[in-house]
Each structure stands twice: as structure tokens, then as C-alpha cells.
T-cell receptor, first 112, second 115 residues
């Protein structure tokens, strides 16, 4: 399975945009890029996913590099509630399980 | 609607004992997953059910771990002869049908402590 690399931690100020990077240089053409986040003492929750094109939803935006070797999760205005561990995960298209392989993730701190 | 629920929320047991952890997935979700999360680590996949059958149990660490889902809804993770290294948060997730892009919904987890 292709591996992802994320910074261990990042800091942001409240109400400012946050860009969380993810490197996946060995991504294959059939791998989807998924992001989940885990708030303290909770189970992970889905944030967004994409394949080639940039994606937007109510929670965040996902910017995917043209060569797909990296992607960036964008929180447009960070709130204190966005403090969490963010995981970038690759899932093979037509995977027969959809299982998630989590790395260490990026711990995001949001300062008031 | 109701999300994924897990019981108990906390379980303390002694080394060598048997434990059962329960997961109630979202109604109608055919795919169910178990993960284990040690302190400071990301969740680690254990087993995946599609309906009643275990479609992928490649993450179960050894034969002390077993899971069932007899009616395709509730699942139970069973751990025999618990060891201190089994202490972790056990997470359950469900998705509509297990396809690669279906969002997984996680429960709050069961914190297992083996003394």
C-alpha cells in the first residue's frame, strides 16, 4: 500500500486559514485520497476525499497536486473545535474492504 | 439518526481474563470494522465484516482475538486470555456497503485496561 507522510504537528490561530499538507509520492493512479480527523477522546470522523480534482464540502477543501504526489487539506477559518489529529489516508479504488490504514497524522493546535 | 454505539465505554480486567466488546452499527450499514488505538498512535485495522461474514481479518494480532456478527448487525469483539499489551481503545466503525469511497462512521470506542 502507498504510504503517506504528514508533519507531526501544526499550529494555527483561530479564524485564520489552515493548510495541512500530505505527501504520497508512491500513490497509484487508482488511489483515492481521504482525510479523517479525530477530536480528543472521540472516534475519527470523515472530512473529505478526492481522486484528481480539487474538492470542497462544508467542512473543508482538498487541493490535489497535478502529479497527485501531494495534497493539502484546507480549513478556511479555523475554530477551537478544529483542534484534532488529522489523518491523510489512501484507499485503492475497487478495494474490496475500504479499510483505513492510519498513520501518525498531524496534531493541529488552534490558538484563540 | 443514531450513530455507532459501543459498550461498555470502559472495561478494566485482569490479565488472563476473557472480555467481550460490543458494537451497534448504524442501521442499514452492511460494512462493519474494528480498529484498535494505542496511546499516541493512529487507529490500527483489525477486522472487516461485510454482512455476517468476516471479509478481511488480516489485522487480528493473534488467535486470542475473535469477532462475530451473526445477524449482520451487532458485532462482538472477543479477547481471550487478555494480556497487558491488549490495553487500548477499541473502535468500531460502519459504512453503507464497504466500498472504497464510502464514509466510515466511528463509535466513541471502548477503553480496555488490562491490569
Amino acid at each position: 500500500d502507498a504510504k503517506t507522510t504528514q508533519p507531526n504537528s501544526m499550529e494555527s490561530n483561530e479564524e485564520e486559514p489552515v493548510h495541512l499538507p500530505c505527501n504520497h509520492s508512491t500513490i497509484s493512479g487508482t488511489d483515492y485520497i481521504h482525510w479523517y480527523r479525530q477530536l480528543p477522546s472521540q472516534g475519527p470522523e470523515y472530512v473529505i476525499h478526492g481522486l484528481t480534482s480539487n474538492v470542497n464540502n462544508r467542512m473543508a477543501s482538498l487541493a490535489i497536486a497535478e502529479d497527485r504526489k501531494s495534497s493539502t487539506l484546507i480549513l478556511h477559518r479555523a475554530t477551537l473545535r478544529d483542534a484534532a489529529v488529522y489523518y491523510c489516508i489512501l484507499i485503492r479504488r475497487s478495494s474490496n474492504t475500504g479499510k483505513l490504514i492510519f498513520g501518525q497524522g498531524t496534531t493541529l493546535q488552534v490558538k484563540p | 439518526g443514531a450513530g455507532v454505539s459501543q459498550t461498555p465505554s470502559n472495561k478494566v480486567t485482569e490479565k488472563g481474563k476473557y472480555v467481550e466488546l460490543r458494537c451497534d452499527p448504524i442501521s442499514g450499514h452492511t460494512a462493519l470494522y474494528w480498529y484498535r488505538q494505542s496511546l499516541g498512535q493512529g487507529p490500527e485495522f483489525l477486522i472487516y465484516f461485510q454482512g455476517t461474514g468476516a471479509a478481511d481479518d488480516s489485522g487480528l494480532p493473534n488467535d486470542r482475538f475473535f469477532a462475530v456478527r451473526p445477524e449482520g448487525s451487532v458485532s462482538t469483539l472477543k479477547i481471550q486470555r487478555t494480556e497487558r499489551g491488549d490495553s487500548a481503545v477499541y473502535l468500531c466503525a460502519s459504512s453503507l456497503d464497504g466500498r472504497d469511497n464510502n464514509e466510515q462512521f466511528f463509535g466513541p470506542g471502548t477503553r480496555l485496561t488490562v491490569l
